[in-house]
């Protein structure tokens, strides 16, 4: 599955250092769902770590945004019923992307 994502690859103004980038997804890890975001704002709070103030939490590459709403296109078995459901993908990757993997 491609996957669509705005990247950084080093730290500076988002504008300078934000690129669109294509890769393969990875697998599903298990315990993991996968939902295909619907729509992610762009806040403060995406900008500024972009820019380096908080570069000791933040491991490079690394996929921008915090927050959106999606829904779960693939889950275990154990939580198979998310399926189809609309989630606020939290703990998991950055949300300025096509999918996102986080904890069920």
């Keep these: 599955m491609e996957n669509t994502v705005l990247c950084y690859r080093q730290f500076g103004e988002p504008e300078s250092v934000l690129r669109r980038e294509t890769a393969i997804k990875a697998p599903l890890k298990s315990g993991d769902i996968r939902v295909q975001m619907l729509m992610a704002p762009i806040n403060a709070s995406d ?14 590459p690394a996929v921008a945004g915090y927050e959106g709403v999606g829904r779960v ?7 198979a019923a998310l399926i189809g459901t609309r989630v606020l993908p939290l703990r ?3 949300t300025w992307q096509e999918y996102v993997d986080c904890p069920a």
């Design 92 to 94: 998991g990757e950055g």
């Design 47 to 60: 900008l500024i770590p972009i820019t380096g103030a908080y570069r000791h939490r933040i491991t490079l």
């Design 73 to 79: 296109i693939a889950a275990p078995d154990s939580a």
